[in-house]
């Protein structure tokens, strides 16, 4: 009998030797990664069982949740990265493994929205294609820690439009690679281009991962933001949002997507004058916009 | 705003305030029940992400084989069941759920293959209609804690046959309810049946349950076993097993169903005296047997 690690004190579970017994029974050939992981999730998910002591019927409802969870998962649609994100487990991931040095740039979650490939346009170029919400200008620097400009860099931004949605949640309705564009910067790093204001928007929650945020007492709201990817050679690219500080999602966004230090004033900008000094005379026929002024700082390549 | 619980302190998600960010945003229209077990879910999560600090592949890959899971779910196949049970969750559940005092039978997992409605035998019915493998005479007492008989207990049970399979798994070969019955106990709380010795079987391994049983280098096998649902009015029904001493799986049931109380000999019989002793001429022309004696121990019900 391959009796692995099982001995007689490991070979029946009890409430006392439940982690030890299941863990035991790994067998020699596994890869030393595997068995550390999975005798962790083993850990925590007895380490839960024992704390909530659940009922047959609870335990029933749990397979049901996970069995629809699983369900509701198609190639357009990711119901358990849903769940992650819900949970602050894809945020947590995210964080865990972009320590970066002060000052830099701090990263958050991609999102399923992106598209690669997005067109390149010239600074000063207007991603917003339908026209509709507020104007926006975004403009800033790419450095770096050391506050160097990197000419060059490509900021690569996506967001949704003034409905919520994103080009892609509507095919039909919006034009292509609305608000999608590839920047580059400066010989002094400055990068700069125009948009429209972002809205907060939900996710999609007509699933169970939905029903369990309801159950929960919770919105299914993100905060309003727009996503970059910053990369330049030589530097560690940065996948990234920035948030309007006036969203009233901010201290609630559903996915914890947001960090303190991507928070970002957009300033309301009324007056023509102003319009003037941030060579906006493009703009057309003066009206509002805002205003955002966002500096990315890119760390050195880690190989 | 609905601001709920959430607090400056717990707006955004770090890795030092993750567990109390998240578990903040749940509203007060929520349960205390849903409250604590969320509240333990997400602790436990995040507990076990900041401890194996998964890579974004390994998180990826875990999504993955969640989706793989709930895919391979269907009416008739529970992959998360199965998950849970080699994961030793469904086990220690059970044992949670039955704290027995001593002496009374203690009880195991219930298992796919249960079907209600068996067929009700005389006791010494022969269940096994396909007359495969070896020869068993069952036997024993249906008592309370003190030792009093419970006249009229059933004791309904069932079982694989000598290839390891039950009948709802063979429907086009096995005989219907082959070993499978209900039998009564009689005045001083006897009951007894034949049937055949069970054997080991693996679980269902074809889906990513299975694979994943092979990345722990472990095998698919539940040790050899007979199922049993003792019931009586005026007493808790038990669901138990019991596991024949010899089987080579006895120390690494895959499902970690043995529980040490649960363990019987299955004596081998190869004397015509024996048998006459057991009151077994109805077995016809003698050839071994194996025999196993097992009582019940019923508890008293709770309400």
Redesign the interface.
Known sequence: ????T?T?ET?????EN?VR??NA??????SPR?K???S???K?????????????E??QQA?GF??A???K?TDWR?E??LL?DV???????E???SRRPAGATENTVLGPFYVPEAPRYQNGTNICLDGKGEPLVVKGRVTDLEGNPIPGALVDVWQTNNDGLYDVQQKDIQPDWNLRGVFTAEEDGTYWYRSTKPRYYPIPDDGPVGQLLG?????PNRAAHIHFIVSAPGYEPVITHIFPDDC?Y???D?V?G???SLIAHFKEVDTPNEAEKFGLKNLGQFKPFYFVNWDFVLTPSAK
């Open positions: 009998m391959d009796t692995k099982t007689k070979a029946f579970l009890t409430e439940s017994t299941v029974r790994m067998g020699s050939k596994i595997m550390l992981v999975m962790a999730v083993v925590h998910l007895h380490m839960l069982t024992k704390e909530i002591e659940p009922t047959h609870e335990w397979i996970l069995t969870v699983g369900h998962c990711q358990f990265i992650s949970l602050g487990v894809s945020m947590l991931v964080v865990i493994n159950q929960l007492d919770r919105h009233r901010l201290n609630e559903t914890f947001v960090r303190e």
